[in-house]
Nanobody, 125 residues
């Protein structure tokens, strides 16, 4: 069974960058669409980005387009989220999640079955 573990979160100043990592074990990532989601205090979990199992195509939420980049390293069973130009509103717990069913990914929370524990990202001066 696939298990996911996020890392790379932390405290960063506005305008800074972070790279989040999602490490997979128990199965090969090639079979799964992988999404990044975030949840801020008092808010619903929202889709940030995803990468499809079929062809590696990507999707980004409107609030992160042009600032975040998702990528995958199938040889090492890793997915990354490079975040640039971070702003206080990006502060949240970030999760990676896996969709084993669909060829093409989306930002819908209900389409994902396996979730990591999350990593905190705080953007503050």
């Amino acid at each position: 069974q696939l298990q996911l573990a996020e890392s790379g979160g932390g405290l960063v100043q506005p305008g800074g960058s972070l790279r989040l990592s999602c490490a997979a074990s128990g199965s090969t990532l090639e079979r799964y669409g992988i999404g990044w989601f975030r949840q801020a205090p008092g808010k619903e979990r929202e889709g940030v980005s995803c990468i499809s199992s079929y062809d590696g195509s990507t999707w980004y939420g409107d609030s992160v387009k042009g600032r975040f980049t998702i990528s995958r390293d199938l040889a090492n069973n890793m997915v990354y989220l490079q975040m640039r130009s971070l702003q206080p509103e990006d502060t949240a717990v970030y999760y990676c999640a896996a969709d084993p069913l669909r060829d093409f990914c989306s930002g819908y929370v209900y389409e994902y079955y396996e979730w990591g524990q999350g990593t905190q990202v705080t953007v503050s001066s």
